[in-house]
C-alpha cells in the first residue's frame, strides 16, 4: 500500500476486481481508490469524501500499446535523451467531443470509467517511459569505458497523466483552493510511491497549458515523469548546491531565498511558508520559482501547514500567469524536487512557472542561441517581470 | 584588416567615406567592402568578382538604437543567460515589401544601400549582445565569491546578420554551390575577425529558418552570436573533450566519427573530407551533425579542398531537409566551433542541423520534461531518422 509522508492522510482503496476493496481506511482529507483499465494500466481517484462510487470498470476493447523505449546517453554533453518511437501515434488534438480525458457517459467509453470524478491520476497510454517487465532493475548506471558514439540502457521509469477536474472547458487558475488540495494530495502521494521504486532517480510533476507550446489535449490536466537517471538539470543544481555547501556550509536556495527577500526587487509574493519570485538570470520572459521557507526536499516531506499554504500560493502564482496578456498565457509548470538517491540531502523543493509568450501576440521560441549554444537570450528584464507580476495580481 | 586563415583569400575595400578604398588587393575567391550604415553600424559586401559597384550609401535618417543587455549568471545552473530588453521593439514579421533585407531599390531604402549584392553581412541593428563603448574589455570573469542569487556583467559581443542572397524568396537548399562557396567564405572572415576581439569567447554562425521556429524575417538570412563567455554546450562539450582525452589521449569527436563509419546505421553521407550522420543520442526528430575527417577548429581553419567539399556537403545536407515532407521542414542548423581562449585545443568543428518539425503538420515542442528537466524525448529514432535521410536524396 501507498504511504504518504506529511500533511495528506490517504485512504487507500484497490480494486483489484469490481467491487473488492482491499484497503479502506478513511482519513481526513483525501480518499484514493485505484482501478486497472482495460489494459492493464492503473487508474487512481482522489475524492475529498469517502463514500463515492468508483466501481465502473473500463469496458472498452484496448489492445496494450507496445512500447519500445530507451535512454540514450550522450557522451559528448554527459546527458541522457529518451528515444520512445512508438509515442508517435499518440492522440493529437482530438475534437472535444472525444476527449479522453473526459468522464465516461452511457454513450461513449474515456480512459475514466466513473461518470464524473474529482482528481484522477492514471498510467500514460503512449508513455516515454515505461514500466520494466522483469524483477525492478536498478538506476541506469554507465558502463566503464562507454563508446564516444554513446550507450543505451531500457527506458525504465512511470510516465502518469493527472486530471485536474472533470470539466473539459476549466483550467488549473479557474480551480478552487479545495480543488487544488486535492491535486496536491495526489501529487503528494505520486511522489512518495513513485520515489520508492528501485528504478526511479527523479519524479517529476508538471503541467504543460495551452496549445502553443505543443499541449496536445485541451482537457485540464498534468503529467508525471519518473525518470530512471538524474536529469541534466538536476545534476547541474546538485553540483551547484555542493558547491555552495562546501563553501559556505549552506543550502544554495535557503540563502537565494534569503538574499532576494533582503533586495526585494524580483519578489512577487510571499505567505508565511512560501516565497514567489522571479530568478535573477531568468530565461524566459516570465519566469517565477516558488520555494518554501523551510529546507524541503520533496513534495511528500511537507508538513500540513506547509501543504494547506502552498495550495494558495500556488494558485495565486498560476492565476498572474493567466492576467499577464488579454488571453491567459500558455505556460509550462513543474517541480525541481530532491533526487531520491544520490545527492538528496542537497535538494530543495520548488515550483518554477514559465511562460513562452513575450508579449500580446509574441512567442519566445528556442531558436540557434538556445539550440546550439544553450544560450537563452530574454528579451525582457526579470525586475520588470517581476514588477508585472505583482501588479496584475491573483484576483485572490 | 581583417585577415582570413584557410582558403578564402579575401580582398577587402573599406569606405569610410564613399569612393574611398583602403584596401583593394585582388583575391582569386571573394571581395569585401565594408560600408558605414547611417547610425555608424557596418555592413560588408562579400562578391566573387572584384569591380563591383558598392558606393551607394545609406540615405535613411537612421538613429542608433539604445542598448542594455546584460549577460547574467545563474549560479544554481552554472550558466550564462542574456537579457536584453531592447529588442522587444524589433521588426517582426514585415510585409514582403517592407523586408529589410532586399536590396534597395529607388523608392524604398533598406538596411543593404546597393541595388543588388550576393552575400552581405552587416551589424544587427536589435543585437542581444553589444559592442563594448570604451576600451577593449576582457571576457566576463566571475567574482570570487559570487551570491547566490548570481551576478551580472554588460552583455558584450557582436550580433550580426547574414543575408544570403538578394532574392526575397529564395532559400538556403535553393542558393547554388557557389553562392554557398561565397556564404561560407563571408562565414570564415567573420569567424576570423571576430575571434581577434579580446573581449569574444566564442563565435557561433547560425542560421533560423521557418516560421515555426519563431523567424521574425523570412528574406534567406543567418546570423552571428560573438559571446563574452563560454556558452554552456561549449563548457560541457570541452568538459567531455578533456575526460575523453585524458583516457584515451585522443579526440572524442574524431573517435566518435570514426565508431559511427565502423557502424554506419547512422551515416547520411560521406565525402572525400566531410562525414554527415545522425547521432546516437538524437534530441530532435531529424538532427544531422557534419564533422570534418581531420581535427579542425573552426570555419576559419579549414583548408582550401575541405572549404570547396563544404560547400557541397553543407548545401546537400540543407537539401535533405528541405525533401522530408511535403513542404521544407523548418530547421536550426548551426556551427559548434572551438572556442577562441580556453579549451581551444580540444574542440572539434561540426555542424549541426535540426528540424523540430516530428511529422507532417506536426512540430517537437520544448515542453515540461524538456524545459524543466533537460530531458529531451524523441518520438524517431536516431537510425530511422538516418535511413529516412538517405533515402529522400539531396536532389544533387
Known sequence: ???????????????????????????????????????????????????????????????????????????????????????????????????????????????????????????????????????????AASPDDPSPVGYAVPGWGRCEVVCFTSDHDSSFAALSVAQVETVLAAWQDRTAELSALPEVEQVFVFENCGVEIGVTLSHPHGQIYAYPFQPPRVRRQLDAARRHRARHGSCLWCDLVGAELAERRRIVRESEHWVALVPFASRWPFQVQLYPRRHVADLATLDEAESRDLAVAYLDVIRRFSRLFSTPAPYIAGWQQAPTGEGRELGHLFAEVLTVRRAEGKLKYLAGSESGMGVFVNDVTPERAAARLREVGSGF
Not at 482519513?27 to 492503473?42: I, S
Not at 484496448?62 to 535523451?81: I, K, M, T
Not at 499518440?90 to 467509453?109: K, W
Open 1 to 139: 500500500m501507498p504511504r504518504v509522508a506529511g500533511c495528506s492522510v490517504l485512504a487507500v482503496q484497490e480494486r483489484e476486481q469490481p467491487g473488492e476493496i482491499v484497503v479502506d481506511q478513511p482519513g481526513p482529507r483525501v480518499f484514493r481508490t485505484d482501478l486497472r483499465l482495460a489494459d492493464g494500466r492503473t487508474l487512481r481517484y482522489y475524492d475529498r469524501s469517502p463514500g463515492h462510487d468508483r466501481s465502473a470498470l473500463d469496458q472498452r476493447e484496448l489492445a496494450s500499446v507496445a512500447s519500445a523505449s530507451e535512454a540514450r546517453f550522450d557522451p559528448a554533453l554527459g546527458e541522457w535523451v529518451v528515444v520512445a518511437s512508438h509515442r508517435q501515434s499518440r492522440t493529437f488534438l482530438p475534437a472535444d467531443e472525444d476527449c479522453p480525458l473526459c468522464p465516461t457517459t452511457p454513450t461513449r467509453s474515456t480512459e475514466i470509467p466513473a461518470p464524473d470524478y474529482e482528481v484522477v491520476v492514471f498510467d500514460n497510454r503512449f508513455p516515454s517511459l515505461v514500466a520494466p517487465a522483469g524483477a525492478p532493475p536498478s538506476p
